[in-house]
């Protein structure tokens, strides 16, 4: 597991593939609690993971850090 992606999704960095249009960030209201659920969006869908499955999932589709569509470049 990158403890690197961790913290950088814990300071609100985004991760994601623009042409697959799935991301994966951690939501300002979870920022400092116990056990922290980010967001992994695609086209069809919106679910929470936990924090270790997020950076999984990054390691895994080798998603990079990138703007939403929407949020930006930072969650919040």
Do not use: W
């Amino acid at each position: 597991m990158s403890h690197i992606h961790k913290e950088h999704l814990q300071a609100g960095y985004i991760f994601g593939d623009a042409v697959n249009q799935e991301y994966i960030y951690l939501p300002s209201g979870e920022v400092g609690t116990e056990h922290p659920l980010a967001v992994l969006e695609t086209p069809t869908k919106r679910e929470d993971i936990t924090l270790d499955e997020a950076v999984h999932m990054i390691d895994t589709l080798t998603l990079k850090r990138c703007s939403h569509p929407t949020l930006g470049k930072k969650s919040f």
